[in-house]
């Protein structure tokens, strides 16, 4: 049987050991509503502001730099834009749309070189300025140029030992280059010691700022590329500080199926359902590991159904659902999910899906479909 496994791409230590679990939970869903509402509110007091006064700019830049700090990257590109037309010479602004250029959406690759250019016309203003160091080096970074990337890195870092940002990216370069070279023979010293730099990198971010989430879930996915169960701790350490995100679920969920908590793996996709019942990948998990972990077929069907119903070229389910009643004997509706599989275009895939996993699931399907066929 073909184990079809999907890992869902994507992209934190207990906070209050003191207390009982049920307290933790109930204090972090009160803290991430708190969140929520205080972004709300600031969001609506600068909309009130712009609206009477359309040129203030100080408000615009705020509000695109809240935009940008939760993630809101297509307005916050909106309103870097407007503040750089109001007054291109003014720091902040241009500060604000030089970083809204990385982060807006269908950015190309020539932004980056945009981008690059106003970082360094920021430090010839201002050359020690931490933002547009950090900056200049993600553009130095993104541009593939890791040394002077690096460089700027450490110039942010002599001038604020502890700059999160800096680490952050640090960090990050680091797991960019394990990963370039993870599957090189030749290079498995090198490859080693740029993972041990990544995980000692982010877990300096967690003692510098324990609540800081993200950093937790990079440690979660570089410990679960090692094949370390510890993985577990830092998806649970994000997920307990970011209770309501269901991509850090989803990390905790995943890796617990991948190290043997198949029950436990289900019962947080049932969660995940319950807070967000759109959220079909926790179906499609939750049907793979009924299937191939514990045969439950009919169940399994039932989780699939689930998912095509609410994304119809989801190759994976149908792929799995012609398995399932191959296994099943049902020869028909086998071939007919087959049949399906074989139907979507590359460009319809789902987005987490690489275009050379798709091409091998369909191929997977179609030898499986000729198979039976040559059977009948």
């Not at 709300?40 to 830049?61: C, G, T």
């Not at 149908?318 to 071939?335: H, S």
Request: proline share 3%; charged share 25%.
């Amino acid at each position: 049987m073909n184990t079809h496994k999907i890992p869902f791409l994507l992209i934190f230590l207990l906070l209050f050991s003191c207390i009982s679990d049920e307290k933790k939970e109930s204090n972090n869903d009160y803290r991430a509503k708190s969140i929520r509402d205080d972004y709300q509110k600031e969001l609506d007091l600068l909309n009130q502001r712009i609206k009477k006064s359309p040129n203030d700019i100080k408000s615009i830049i705020r509000r695109g730099n809240l935009e940008l700090n939760h993630y809101e990257f297509a307005d916050a590109f909106a309103d870097a834009a407007l503040a750089y037309r109001l007054d291109s010479n003014n720091f902040e602004a241009r500060l604000l749309y030089a970083t809204a250029i990385l982060n807006r959406p269908g950015r190309a690759e020539n932004d980056k070189r945009i981008a690059q250019g106003h970082f360094a016309q920021l430090l010839i203003q201002k050359p020690e300025d931490l933002k547009a160091i950090v900056g200049y080096a993600n553009t130095y970074a993104l541009l593939q140029d890791f040394d002077n990337a690096r460089v700027w890195i450490n110039k942010a870092l002599s001038i604020d030992p502890n700059h999160i940002d800096a680490f952050i990216l640090k960090g990050s370069i680091y797991k960019v280059l394990y990963n370039a070279l993870k599957e090189d023979p030749d290079s498995q010293s090198l490859s080693k010691a740029y993972l041990d730099t990544a995980v000692s990198t982010y877990s300096y971010i967690t003692q510098i700022d324990p609540e800081f989430h993200a950093a937790y879930m990079h440690l979660g996915l570089l410990f679960e590329q090692r094949r370390d169960s510890i993985c577990l701790d830092h998806y649970l350490s994000a997920v307990q500080l970011q209770p309501e995100n269901l991509q850090y679920k989803y990390a905790l969920a995943y890796a617990h199926g991948e190290f043997g908590h198949e029950r436990e793996a289900i019962r947080i996709y049932e969660e995940m359902i319950q807070q967000d019942e759109n959220f079909f990948e926790a179906y499609c998990q939750t049907a793979q590991i009924l299937q191939f972990k514990y045969q439950q077929l009919d169940s399994a069907l039932y989780y699939y159904s689930k998912v095509v119903k609410k994304d119809p070229s989801h190759l994976d389910a149908f792929v799995n659902m012609g398995i399932a009643y191959q296994d099943m004997g049902d020869v028909t509706n086998a071939l007919k999910n087959y049949a399906r599989a074989l139907a979507i275009k590359p460009e319809e895939r789902n987005p987490m899906t690489s275009l050379m996993q798709f091409e091998e699931h369909q191929k997977m399907a179609r030898e499986r479909a000729e198979q039976l066929k040559n059977n009948l």
